[in-house]
């Protein structure tokens, strides 16, 4: 059973917030690309955008947001131009979520063999087929004795076996990307590690693609083939898993990583609090959206906004020491 490959492709994402006291530049000209097959983890302290990110992937802004800019591409499609029924099919069928708290995707007065059935109400499936599917996808994401359980309802199994449930029905479908949005945070660092293994898994067995999304570090070194940092709506430096851990180039990924010794052997630890706050996205600074916290700055961060530039085939940074280093940290 393989999914169709099919990649994302986020290219100068810009959402604004309407508020009372001006607009939000929540996301400016945010670039993320998930190769088919891969898995991409997106980084950022709270309040850095990676819930508006997913919620413009699958088109779930509030009200008062806009789209000012940009495209998401999946499977041909710009999915800023779809309209509502043709988003919900891509959404029934090629994307599914995995959220931070399963209960979101559960149904508390429904038993889990029905909503597991519900779910596959386009397959075309007898009822008795369809028991069958969702008795081999809970065995395959670990929950024992599915036969019986399928029978109870999501009360009456822990928060682990929850989340184990909530990735079985978000993969019935087999999507093509799985977006799964701090799927571990809930849980407690042994769940964590087998939340992380099962999606490996799963990854692998399904081939779909994985956007990743977490403030976790320790689980996206983990997981992840590719990661993005996400600063105050900006991305601030991508690449492969490898360059972001062992060569951060950005002052912001490095704090974090200062503060995360051995992180990459383990995947219990979490975000470290940094010195000052995310800053408000009404008025922004004319330089680095960085610069007010950032123990390395020089006089040109304050005066010129960084491009993201291209520092090796598989990593790009935002940030002024990359020139004044010769492109390197
Ligand atoms: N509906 C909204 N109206 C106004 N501002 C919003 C709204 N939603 C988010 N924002 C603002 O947009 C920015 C990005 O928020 P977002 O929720 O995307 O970040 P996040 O990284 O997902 O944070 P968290 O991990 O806390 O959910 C923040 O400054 C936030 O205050």
């Known amino acids: 059973m393989t999914a169709e490959a099919s990649g994302l492709q986020v ?18 000209n945010v670039d993320i690309e ?6 991409v983890g997106v980084v950022g302290e709270s309040g850095c955008g990676k819930s508006s990110v997913i919620s413009s992937i699958i088109r779930q802004l509030p009200e008062n947001a806009d789209v000012t800019g940009g495209t998401i591409g999946f499977g041909g499609n710009n999915l800023l131009d779809l309209s509502k029924p043709e988003m919900r099919r891509i959404m029934g069928d090629r994307i599914s979520v995995v959220f931070q708290n399963p209960m979101t995707s559960l149904n508390p007065i429904r038993s889990i063999g029905k909503q597991m059935i519900d779910i596959q109400y ?19 994401v670990g929950v024992t004795d599915p036969e ?8 009456q199994f822990s928060g682990g076996m929850c989340q184990r449930i909530a990735i079985a029905m978000a993969l019935m479908a087999e999507p093509s990307l799985l977006i799964a949005d701090e799927p571990t945070t809930a849980l407690d660092a042994t769940l964590e590690v087998q939340i992380v293994d099962l999606l490996k898994n799963m990854q692998q067995e399904l081939g779909c693609s994985i956007l990743f999304v977490s403030h976790h570090l320790g689980v996206i070194a983990e997981l992840c083939d590719h990661v993005v940092v996400l600063y105050a709506g900006e991305v601030v430096e991508q690449g492969a898993v490898r360059d972001i851990f062992h060569r951060p180039a950005h002052p912001y990924t490095r704090r974090l990583m200062e503060c995360e010794p051995g992180m990459i052997e383990t995947v219990t630890r979490r975000l470290p609090s940094i010195a000052g706050e995310v800053p408000g996205l009404v008025n922004l600074p004319k330089g680095c959206i960085f610069a007010d916290r950032c123990t ?10 960084p491009e993201l530039q291209q520092i090796s085939d598989s990593h790009r940074v935002a940030c002024h020491l990359a020139d004044e280093n010769g492109g390197r940290p």
């Open 11 to 28: 290219r100068g994402l810009t959402v604004d917030y309407r508020s009372e006291g001006g607009r939000i530049h929540a996301l400016r």
């Open 34 to 39: 998930v190769p088919a097959g891969s898995i």
């Open 122 to 140: 386009r397959s075309g499936r007898s009822k008795a087929e369809k028991r069958k599917v969702a008795i081999d996808m809970l065995n395959r």
């Open 148 to 155: 019986a359980r399928l029978d109870q309802y999501s009360y």
């Open 296 to 305: 390395e700055r020089f006089a040109r961060c304050e005066a010129e906004h």
